[in-house]
Structures are given as structure tokens and as C-alpha cells.
């Protein structure tokens, strides 16, 4: 196997074989990476799933948007001219970039599953997110997303705890300033020498650029859109990391995660990034109204 150059690419590779085993005929895969940046899960995922699948029909598109502001102007043709380099195959017809507020350029019905790495912290509408993911996903279909929780103690991008927590971006520039004078953030590696400019820009990122949402939100959110959702994958990921360190080769399947996993995740979501599983579970059907009479 190709060696990822994240982690949280190989885990979300392996939710997505774990969730889709048995249920993707043929081998037949296609894959959406919603907010692909600058589309490495992609080039990883296009290396990758084809060893995992020898001989199956792989149909991998990506899409992210021009209007969020939390990447810099130009940033798709390089991810574009990137992944045509790391895959040899030209890209420019299975990337997109397309606004917010866009429906996503995909049939309904289309896609096996749905991705994202470190996005979800980042969507201003989870409706409108997962009402798309529900309606391009098939029956069957599953959506695995990597991302940061409300709930995480120190905030990721800028290494300052609870500065996520506060609402107002005063409070929140004053806990940036805080903490990266008792050394604690990321001010100093950032070699800026002005913390009150800092912690003010810092603080608008955080206002305009990122939306920290709960379990108990996004999982509202998720059954709006009719799709069932689980975190219990969230654990795996850390077991994931200690492998690594542990030199263990990595795995590509996980065990079905059960209600511990789900205690475990409740615990973590504290720590680190969580794992959102989306499932459009069809399976419930009326009974017929007017049963035959039993003779
Ligand atoms: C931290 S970057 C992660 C990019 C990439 N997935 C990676 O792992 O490097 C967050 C990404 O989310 C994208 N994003 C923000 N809102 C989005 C939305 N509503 N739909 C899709 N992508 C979105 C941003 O444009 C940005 O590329």
C-alpha cells in the first residue's frame, strides 16, 4: 500500500471500506471529496484503491468552494496541476469549485460515498451540506467525515485553549493574547512580533471562517436530511495513531464498531478530531395496508 502522508487519510480510506465492504457491487466505486482542498486525500485516495480493489471500476471527484475565504486565491489550479502530476490522469474534468450556496455539481443518486477531512469545523450551513450529501449519495451509500467538535478543548488552528468556546471575538482575542503570553499557541512559531494585531486577525479567523458545531447538533442536522449518523468510528482513529507509533502496519478494515466505541467517542470528542458517519439507510418499509386475509 501507498504510505499516506496523513493519518486521517488512511482512516478515512479505512471507515470507508469498513462501512461500504459487501455493499459496493462488483468492487464499483465512486467517491466525492467534499472541500478538497488541495486534493492530497484525493491523490492518496487514487493510489490507494486500487490495491484495496484490484480490477474495480473507480470513479473519484472532489469539489470545493471559491467563496469560504479560508483559502488562498489561486489555490484550485495548483491542487489541480498537483494531483495531475501525483496521478498521471488529467483532473480538470473531476475537480469543481463552486460557491456556498451552490447545489453540488452531481446527479442525484450518484455517488457510493461521500468524504471530508477537516471541513465540517468549516461549513457555514450543515442543512444545506447534508441535504447534498443525502441526495447525491445511492441508497446504501455512506459519508465519512474528520473534523473537529465543538466540544475539543484546544482549539486546532491556533493552539489556544477554549478560544472557540467564547462568542464574542473581544473575549476571543483576549484569550488568543492570554494564552500565547503564558507560551501556550501558536504565536510565537508564527514569527509575528505585534500579539494584540495577532490576536485580533486570529480572532477574526475564528468569527468569519469556522463554525464548531456538537455531537447532539450535527446529529439533528443529519436526520433533517434523513441520513442516520454515528461518531462510534471516532476511537478507531486514535488506534489508528498508536499502530503507527507502534511501527503495527496499518489497517484497512475496522472492526464494527459497538456501543463502547460510542462511550469512548463521547470521552474523545474533548481530545480531538471526531468521526461523523452519515448512512442513507433505506430499509424501513409500510406495511402493506390491506394484508391478505389468513384463511
Ligand atoms: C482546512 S481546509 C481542508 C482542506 C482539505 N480537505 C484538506 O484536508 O487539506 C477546509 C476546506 O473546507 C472548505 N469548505 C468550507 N466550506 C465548505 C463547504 N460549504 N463545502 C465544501 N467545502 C467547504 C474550504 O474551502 C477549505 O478548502
Redesign the pocket.
Known amino acids: 500500500m501507498p504510505a499516506a502522508l496523513s493519518l ?1 487519510h488512511q482512516h478515512i480510506l479505512a471507515v470507508v471500506e469498513s462501512e461500504l465492504a459487501g455493499r459496493s457491487p462488483g468492487g464499483r466505486l465512486s467517491l466525492l ?6 486534493g ?2 484525493l491523490g492518496y485516495l487514487a493510489r490507494a484503491l486500487p490495491i484495496l480493489r484490484p480490477g474495480a471500476e473507480l470513479d473519484l471527484h472532489g ?3 471559491g467563496d ?1 475565504g ?2 488562498q486565491a489561486g489555490y484550485f489550479d495548483r491542487t489541480i496541476a498537483d494531483l495531475d502530476a501525483a496521478t498521471g490522469v488529467s483532473w480538470r474534468e473531476r475537480l469543481a469549485l463552486i460557491s ?1 450556496r451552490d447545489p453540488w455539481p452531481y446527479a442525484d443518486a450518484s455517488l457510493d460515498a461521500v468524504v ?4 465540517l469545523e ?4 450543515h442543512g444545506r ?1 447534508f441535504a447534498e450529501t443525502a441526495r447525491v449519495l445511492r441508497p446504501g451509500g455512506v459519508s465519512v467525515h474528520l473534523f473537529p467538535l465543538g466540544h475539543v478543548a484546544v482549539e486546532p488552528h491556533l493552539h489556544v485553549p477554549f478560544a472557540h468556546w467564547f462568542g464574542g471575538s473581544d473575549a476571543i482575542a483576549d484569550a488568543i493574547r492570554w494564552s500565547n503570553r503564558l507560551g501556550i499557541g501558536r504565536f510565537r512559531a508564527a514569527a509575528e512580533t505585534d500579539l494584540d494585531r495577532y490576536a485580533r486577525a486570529h480572532a477574526d479567523f475564528l468569527v468569519r471562517f469556522t463554525n464548531y458545531r456538537t455531537m447532539a447538533t450535527l446529529i439533528a442536522e443529519a436526520k433533517r436530511a434523513k441520513l442516520h449518523a454515528t461518531f462510534r468510528y471516532t476511537p478507531h482513529y486514535y488506534t489508528a495513531k498508536l499502530r503507527a507509533m507502534a511501527g503495527k502496519p496499518a489497517r484497512y478494515r475496522y472492526a464494527v464498531p459497538g456501543a463502547l466505541h460510542g462511550l469512548a467517542a463521547m470521552a474523545l470528542r474533548y481530545v480531538s478530531s471526531a468521526t461523523l458517519v452519515l448512512r442513507k439507510d433505506e430499509s424501513y418499509s409500510l406495511p402493506a395496508l390491506h394484508p391478505e386475509p389468513v384463511p
Open positions: 486521517t471529496d467534499a472541500g478538497c482542498g488541495d492530497l486525500l469539489f470545493d468552494v469560504h479560508v483559502q456556498e471530508s477531512n477537516q471541513v468549516h461549513v457555514a450551513d451540506f
